[in-house]
Every structure is written in C-alpha cells, then in structure tokens.
C-alpha cells in the first residue's frame, strides 16, 4: 500500500493517474498533483515510526495514523464509519458491536466474560472496543512466539 504525505497530512493513495493522484484523508477523498507532496511506502512509514519521538500518545498516533484505513462498508455503535489498522485482528472483528465482542474475546483470551466486562465496563465503547481487540492482539502474537 503507498501513502501520500503533504504539508496538512498523510493519506493512502486510492489510485494514481498521468500526474494526478486520488488520496483518502480519513474518510475526505482529494485529488492532487505528484507534486504536491511525496509518496511513501510500508518501508518509508516503517522508517519514520522508528524516529525517536518523545513518548506520548499523540506521538504514537503520529506514527501509526497513516496506515490507518476508514471502511465504508462498516459502521460503528456511534454510526460513523470504521476506521481501523486493516489487520487481521480488525478484519477478523469489525462491525461488532460491544456486545458481541465481549464474549467474543472471552472464548478467544480463554476468560470468563464478567473479568473483561469489570476491567473495561467503565470506558466509553469505543475505548473497550479498543482495549479488547488490542488484547486479542497480544494473545495472539504470544500465541505465535510459543509455537
């Protein structure tokens, strides 16, 4: 996937043609010269999250906000569009919604729904939706060190 990074931000490409690319800014679609930015790829977007950044979570944003990806074909609890990594963990569950999520990740974690459901009950939505999924991330990078 090649992304388009200008002075306002970084977009993914959608498609390019005679000098001329379509750029998906979070959802806002623009059309624009080569010229007026710079093409980066999986590498370049590997090279700049490595950057030394002070740690915080903007910056962390920073470097991961390009690969982000918003699907059209899904939507959230709130109604808005999905905006996800495009991993195999958000592909795997996008468009659930928080209640079918906890048990969900429950089975696939191996803990009882209620533990999930008392560490993260307090959060907003979609910050539970966040947490679970990125613990199902976890488990299973574990899951592939131990095989």
Known sequence: MNYFKTENGTGTIIEEKRGWLTVDF?????????????????????????????????????????????????????????????????????GMWIETLYPTVAKILGVPELELRERYGHLNNGQQSMNLRNRVRGHLNRVKVEV
């Open 26 to 94: 979070d959802g806002e679609v623009q059309k624009l010269r080569k010229s007026a930015g710079e093409i980066l790829t999986d590498a370049d977007i590997d090279e700049m999250m490595e950057e030394e950044l002070p740690h915080t979570m903007s910056n962390q944003l920073k470097r991961y906000r390009p690969r982000y990806v918003t699907h059209d074909d899904a939507v959230s609890e709130s109604g808005r569009k999905v905006v996800d990594n495009n991993d195999e963990v958000a592909a795997g569950l996008r």
